[in-house]
């Protein structure tokens, strides 16, 4: 007889599996995102009363949807208000048919909504990146509803607080239900232009793990591979968009360095000294792989505004050519920063520009990249952005210019966040 715990892992592991197509399914149906979370969320308590006496079900997920739409049944029989505004939307025939039809039950366990699922999955994620909400609120939402995640595991995932991460995702959810966004995908221009907001969520996820902002890891795996979760569940469901393909393809390949990037106590080891036979090369073929898929789609195209390379897929050439590089000294500076040049056409902002400078000084030398890095100095968007100063102290220092090195480590040191980080530049503040 398998032990309560053992069930209570397996719930949760199903949970994290099935919560995201549970959640859009049942939006679909009741068309409110809030709603619909806390039906799954009746469904998921029933299957922790029921099933260390029943067994696990042959197949988990179907029944917890099967017990939600039961769930969302009574609920709307019981809430005068929400069948008023079912009758009045007209959208959901599905729902209707089931109120006004009593021999509706039985038709639940017969549905099968599998070819519906990826359509729904696809509305979740662009509805939890809506722009009537923050981007705080979009990262905190796409985590909850389509990465399964509690408030309490986003919250030390930021290092935020687990009250301030749950009011964060109600508010988000209210804000969604008062400007009465449908649940409903984006068409045309509209879905191109919302688009950008669902990748840069994923891609924050991806860089909060990467390089966190704070606290004493300089890396949060977990969150990286979250966001890599949730980038291929999106190029599943979006395979013909190059953007999406793109930003799978960058995350891959800088997923790969994960291992090589930090030291046995911690510390973090720059680019151009890891030990690159630590780098996944399996990671690297994924990305190279969705990089090729990117830059077909963009061919296919043609030429125009739709055909033109899109920013992700520049940044995951960038990092093709470091994957590509069998040691620090084969990488390909001048490509990199030729890429950087048409990176920062396609999105010109003050930390492109930065990025360009560390290319080009690999490219054409310290005195080049320093030149534009002194051109940002005044730039107010960069005045508390560490990198800013360790950049320039970098450059010092290959110059000579020692004691100048010395205060930019310094003041780089007093800016960032992350006391990994804060370690390496002051070590560097002594020995530059």
């Known amino acids: 007889m398998i032990s309560t715990n053992e069930i209570h892992r397996v719930i949760d592991a199903v949970w994290r599996i099935e919560s995201a197509k549970l959640i859009a399914s049942l939006a679909r149906l009741v068309q409110d995102v809030g709603l619909a979370e806390d039906l799954a969320q009746d469904s998921l308590v029933i299957a922790l009363e029921q099933w260390p006496q029943s067994g696990i079900p042959n197949n988990p997920g179907a029944w917890l949807m099967a017990t939600a739409k039961h769930r969302a049944i009574d609920r709307i029989r019981r809430n005068v208000a929400l069948e008023r505004k079912v009758e009045e939307i007209g959208r959901d025939l599905e729902i209707q048919d089931r109120l006004t039809d009593t021999g509706f039950e039985a038709t639940i366990d017969d549905t099968d909504d599998t070819d519906d699922v990826g ?25 909850r509803l389509i990465g399964g995640l509690k408030a309490d595991e986003i919250a030390r995932a930021f290092l935020a607080q687990e009250s301030t991460i749950a009011q964060r995702i109600v508010r988000a959810k209210r804000a969604l239900a008062e400007a009465h966004v449908p649940f409903e995908m984006p068409v045309g221009v509209a879905r191109d232009e919302r688009l950008g907001p669902v990748l840069e969520v994923i891609y924050l996820i991806f860089n909060e793990g990467y390089s966190a902002t704070a606290g004493d890891d300089w890396m949060r795996p977990a969150l990286c591979d979250e966001a890599l979760r949730l980038g291929r569940i999106l190029a599943g469901l979006t395979p013909h968009e190059p953007e999406v393909q793109g930003l799978l393809a960058l995350m891959e390949i800088q997923a ?20 690159r036979a630590r780098w996944d090369q399996l990671l690297i073929r994924r990305g190279l792989t969705a990089l090729v898929r990117a830059e ?50 396609l999105t010109p902002s003050p930390v492109v520009e930065l990025n360009r400078a560390v290319a080009v000084s690999m490219a054409d030398g310290p005195a080049a990249g320093l030149k534009i890095v002194d051109a940002l100095t005044s730039e107010p968007s960069l005045k508390a952005y560490h990198l800013l100063p360790s950049v320039r102290g970098n450059l010092l220092a290959k110059l000579g210019r020692l004691d100048e090195a010395r205060a930019e480590f310094e003041r780089a040191a007093s800016l960032t966040q992350n006391s990994r980080e804060r370690e390496l530049l002051l070590t560097r503040m002594h020995s530059p």
């Open 119 to 143: 359509d729904d999955l696809l509305r979740l994620i662009f509805i939890a990146c809506h722009p009537v909400l923050s981007t705080e609120a979009r990262v905190a939402l796409t985590l």
């Open 256 to 275: 790969s360095r994960i291992r090589a990037r930090t030291g046995p106590g911690g510390e973090p080891i720059l680019l151009l000294d890891q030990n």
């Open 296 to 345: 077909a789609l963009m061919s296919a195209r043609g030429p125009g505004v739709m055909g033109r390379t899109g920013p992700y897929v520049v940044q995951a050439k960038i990092a093709a050519c470091h994957a590509q590089a069998r040691t620090a000294g084969a990488t390909d500076w001048s490509r990199i920063a030729a890429l950087y040049d048409e990176l920062a056409q």
